[in-house]
């Protein structure tokens, strides 16, 4: 086990229900819930993103934390009316090692065109493909990883035809645990330059929202 990290200090909690190891640090994702609930990021037991602090917006919400430290890089939300551009820079922007959290809110397909879903896909996820309009998404991801993300989650809008009427999709919700100095030097199979890539992304108790 490796020493105390300089400069970090586990706080009590975001999550109450969730206790991580030592030198661990915990973020907690709640995608939103349709229009209704807006989706919330905690790091460290600090909320980053979310509805108290009027920062969240309808589409996909974003936070980039520098994996070996903990600190929050950048955390932004964006919709269809940012324009793809915003995103597409703010995406390539991120650098090697660093930790990407995302939650949807409302409409998050209408931000995801092929491009976009190719450059999540780089960051490990397998379902960013798949979400459609109402959808619910939580992902944690790593820039340079190489491998699928150990956690990502999609709940799908249910159309009844029948009754002709939309069943919306729960919120999930998550607490992912990392330890921030836990990261290995990779190079890919193409023999190309060895990146920084976070080790220990572990998928954490994954729950339907009740709206806390």
Known sequence: ???????????????????????????????????IVGPKICLNNTIIMGGLINNIGRGLNIVVVKGETGEILAHRYFNVFSGGEFIMYFLK???????????SYDDPAAVLTDEIIEIFAGLGSTMSGSVKK????VFA????ILEESQFEKINN???????????LPSSFRAVVCIHPSTVRSQTNAMGLTGCVVVKKLEKKNICRSNNE
């Open 141 to 144: 991801g790593s820039a340079g």
């Open 1 to 35: 086990m490796t020493g105390p990290i300089s400069g970090f200090s586990p706080q009590k909690c975001c999550c109450p229900h969730k206790i991580c190891p030592v030198d661990h640090y915990p973020f907690f994702i709640r995608s939103g819930l349709a229009n």
């Open 157 to 167: 809008t249910s159309i009844s035809k029948r009754e002709g009427n939309i069943k």
């Open 93 to 103: 922007s991120i650098q090697i090692g660093s930790i990407v959290l995302v939650a």
């Open 134 to 137: 109402r959808d619910t998404w």
